[in-house]
């Protein structure tokens, strides 16, 4: 398969696609210096805004896409007491927005093939309702929200559209985030997942069935460990 990452940074997909070398990716990345033997060719994106996109993809030639997985992600503490008008910008427009403007854009190239798939990296955030995750987990829940409602505007099109909500994965940016919380707090967020991290495995062979299973279109599917349950 040709997958298209959006997100190619992201510390998940790195190693997401390091545990699918059988597939040839390509990817979209603000990174100007990331020079990574995964991807077959990478992009550098400076904004992720339609005309940018458009551009881009008019010049490339010869590829179809089978897949498309969207790992754009960005999280910030979101206290009320904390408020950021910028960060909830953010958090709107890495999470959601963008997402939206790739699908959109890949789709007008029509540089995909008739078993096109596309594959949304949610978080369970968008499920539990945990003190400082107010917008990170908003977004997150409208991006897991327009899982069904894509998936039923482009069946006529043979595209199918899931989500995967990740929970607790062991990376440097959660681990981050995890250090600003008070220890008791930790414990109990990590008890939740029964104390054990989301293993990339268990993402990757996730993916690995939303990508080739033609039979799952419009699903949210939870890798959390029980977090949600």
Sequence with gaps: MNILISGATSEIALKVIENMREHTFYGLTRDKNLNSNLYNQLWSVDNYNSLELKN????????SFDGLILFNGFQAPSLLSSFREKNFDEA??????????????????????????????????????????????????????STKILAKELKQKKVRVNCLNIGL??????????????????????????????????????????????????ENINIDNGYSL
Excluded at 56 to 63: M, P, R, T, V, Y
Excluded at 135 to 141: F, N
């Design 92 to 145: 709107i427009n890495i999470n959601f927005k963008i997402p939206m403007i790739v699908i959109n854009e890949v789709l007008k190239s029509k540089k995909y093939t008739e078993s096109f798939n596309v594959c949304l990296i949610g978080s369970i955030a968008s499920q539990v309702n945990e003190v400082g995750n107010a917008y990170y987990g908003l977004s997150k829940k409208i991006l897991e929200h």
């Design 56 to 63: 881009l993809f008019d010049q490339i030639e010869n590829i």
């Design 169 to 218: 994965v062991e990376t440097q940016m959660s681990q981050n985030i995890l250090r600003k919380i008070p220890e008791k707090n930790r414990i109990e967020l990590l008890a939740k997942q029964g104390n054990e991290y989301v293993e990339i495995q268990q993402i990757t062979s996730s993916i690995t069935t939303l990508l080739s299973n033609k039979a799952i279109n419009g």
